[in-house]
């Protein structure tokens, strides 16, 4: 039996019905389009959030998680509203209020991707709970429409303005590839992204910063794109070439500019990247991932001192390209680099960060892994 299931009976007393597993991810390239109806290329990592699920024949919703020493906190299906819940409790009860439920559960939860890390811990715990409840309640829902739940969960019940990339690929990935997600429509293809046979490795650098800018930075990042599709009266940032944009920067403020400067050369970054890859050229790949940095240092201004540094350092020692991931104003970075140079560059970045004050740096690596699954039934 499954470690989780063997926690789940002695803390309800009973088996689980399903055990599913959701994993975090890296955003290869493709930083703050999500929300623009961009292209975007992230990956699923290895580490996953495990959740175990069980029925009931009353209204009440029992939960815990492992990482929380399992204290179980209850509330009625009825009683289901907009930020009711434990902060952490609010992203698993937000997508049952999106996906709703005729009975209650018990829901035990594992979350294995580490947190504030960037790497999307709250995706995978949505998407455990969503690919669980489509199974176990014969919603028969496809992955894209339990992607739109799970980021509308987070959008609406949790009040997070967050875009559908991190939910998407946590349901859609496959092991081995990139996806290449079509955030208009939420199409996809999968991008092999094979790395180990070059010699390569992916270094993940979880800065372990957190600025205070997090939420109101990223909402008045969206804000400005918004503006921009406008007033320059278009459909999207996704429909405007960078020559075109750029040809119309004096109907903009110069900040409205500079955002929605960045969303419209980052997203001709994510599809040279795709061909990059297709023709195995991974020198290209690093200079992209260098100019996805810069545009999100200086024109969308969302990098930090953190992010800088680990940036700045891997490829001083030799990183083919780095840039920082996810949101960013803290959380990680990647560096793509030759296996063999991986311990020589974590031990600089640690030496970096300590020279300058900062916390000390966790390092993981992953290679792209396999998105959500139902583990046992
Ligand atoms: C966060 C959001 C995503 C996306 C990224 C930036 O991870 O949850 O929707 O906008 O930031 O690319």
Not at 95 to 117: C, K, M, N, S
Not at 136 to 165: D, H, T
Not at 298 to 313: K, Q, R
Request: glycine share 8%; net charge negative.
């Amino acid at each position: 039996m499954q470690e989780i299931s063997i926690r789940f009976s002695e803390l309800f007393g009973r088996t689980p019905e399903v055990v599913a597993q959701a994993p975090g991810r890296v955003n290869l390239i493709g930083e703050h389009i999500d929300y623009s109806d961009g292209f975007v290329l992230p990956f699923a990592i290895s580490d996953c959030t495990v959740v175990a699920l069980a029925r009931r024949d009353d209204r009440k919703i029992r939960l815990a998680s492992v990482q929380k020493s399992a204290e179980i906190f209850e509330v009625s299906l009825d009683d289901l509203a907009p930020m009711v819940g434990e902060s952490w409790a609010r992203y698993a009860l937000g997508v049952l209020w999106v996906l709703g439920i005729d009975t209650g559960v018990d829901l035990l939860i594992d979350g294995r991707v580490p947190l504030g890390a960037g790497l999307s811990s709250s995706a995978a715990l949505e998407c455990s709970i969503a690919i669980a409840v489509n199974h176990l309640f014969n919603k028969n829902l496809s992955l894209p429409e339990l992607a739109r739940a799970a980021q509308k969960a987070e959008n609406e019940y949790v009040g997070v303005p967050c875009g559908i990339m991190d939910q998407s690929v946590s349901l859609m990935a496959k092991a081995g590839s990139a996806l290449l997600l079509d955030c208009r429509d939420l199409s996809s293809e999968n991008i092999p992204f094979l790395i180990a046979p070059q010699g390569l490795e992916l270094l993940i650098i979880d800065t372990q910063a957190h600025h205070k800018l997090v939420d109101g930075g990223y909402a008045e990042r969206r804000a400005s794109c918004e503006r921009a599709v406008a007033e320059l009266g278009i459909t999207s940032l996704r429909d405007i070439s960078v020559a075109q944009y750029a040809a119309r920067q004096s109907e903009l403020d110069p900040v409205t500019y500079i955002r929605g400067f960045h969303a419209v050369t980052e997203m001709k970054r994510v599809l040279d990247s795709v061909d990059a890859l297709k023709h195995n050229n991974f020198a290209r790949l690093g200079e992209l991932l260098n100019a996805s940095h810069r545009s999100l240092r200086d024109d969308y201004t969302v990098s930090c001192p953190e992010l800088n540094l680990a940036v700045d350092t891997a490829l001083a020692q030799g990183a083919l390209g780095a840039r920082m991931v996810g949101g960013g104003f803290g959380g990680s970075a990647i560096a793509l680099i030759k296996a063999d140079q991986v311990k020589r560059c974590e031990v600089a970045i640690s030496r970096a960060f300590s020279d300058a004050g900062f916390k000390a740096p966790r390092f993981f690596t992953s290679l792209p892994s396999e998105g959500a699954h139902v583990i046992s039934n």
